[in-house]
């Protein structure tokens, strides 16, 4: 065979062919006019990825590989973003979650995500402009934009517990601008702490069956939740000291529960002399009306309850607080608003902040000082003048 004689390829040997490594991709325009991102997953399986332009695919192309290369698997393009939302608030029971944070987070997945557009929408193509679209129809619908911004939190908790699992390659809420993202309204703090608001309250508060819980909360800053979780093994009247070591947690008494403080950490309040009269007075009342009941009295030990010994309603509180301050003549505030009023009258009367802030359970003293900032603004100039008084010339007149 001669030199220029044409090479005849052998058949018999397969010809050599370069299969794409895992996460090599390629982009190219459909028919339809649609994009498509083509890849490999980490199972060596071909994932299609589509988008409306080659900017959306190419991005697309790049998250995907982002979670190939390290070796998690590619979200399920057919799971939806509603699906997604049901299947992560039905497990935050088993992720050690507390049960009002549950019900917070279920709340608004039913009532505002479930209910929208965006629920249908396969979760592997969410996109930041579908996020700043619901936000703004939630606003132009009329919900709050408090409201609007609780969406955005649980919509950012959710989508990134599906990146940390390796569902996701982003989180697209974070990616939301802070100029796009609904702002919470700022709630007035409001307090009875001026004057003789307290003693007021105080005196309107001892027709009251549940006086005593009203003055604790006055006089420590107790939290709702901590009030009525509160149980006599806690208190020591005697030495004028009770342990905060839980707060009732759920939405309805069938799921009301114990749960631990919202600090994560129990603590130790002092007592003072108005607030160990009232609770030694209502343990004299509370006696008769076990009595009474007798065996249907259940036995939780709680220093504030029913007439038959169960957890008492927010509501029950509510109303109490309303009847007093009605009867003082004082401003209806929230019952929240009487934590701000202990907290008022302990800076204001000089009680450290550091004090102050173990005493409200607060975990840092930074929360304590940024929330009551027009209180140590006074305090402040407290300071300087008894710094002028310690420098002062005893000469001087």
Known sequence: MGPNAPVIADSSRPRARRRRDAGDGSIFQRSDGRWVARLRDSAGRPR??????????????????????????????????????????????????????????????????????????PLARLEPADLRRLYAAKLSSGLSSTSVHHIHAVIHVALQRAVDDGVLGRNVAALVGRSSRPKARHVEMKTIAGGDQPRRFLAAAKRERLEALLVLAITTGMRRGELLALRWKDVDLDRGVLAVTGSLQGESRPTLTIATPKSGRSRSIALGTVAVTALREHRKRQAPEQLLVGGEWRDLGLVFSTEFGDFLSPTTLRLALRRALTRAGLPIIRFHDLRHSAATLMLSRGVHPKMASEMLGHSTIAITLDLYSH???NMQRQAADAIDAALADPATP
């Open 48 to 121: 299609y990825l589509y988008a409306r332009d080659r900017a959306h695919a190419k991005q697309r192309l790049a998250d995907a590989q982002a979670v190939v290369h390290i070796g998690q698997p590619l979200p399920d393009q057919r799971k939806t973003f509603g699906r997604y939302l049901q299947d992560w608030a039905a497990g935050l029971g088993a992720a050690s979650v507390k049960p009002r944070t549950v019900a917070y987070y279920d709340r608004y997945v039913r009532l505002h995500l479930l209910t929208s557009d965006l629920a249908q929408k």
């Open 375 to 377: 209180v140590t603004a």
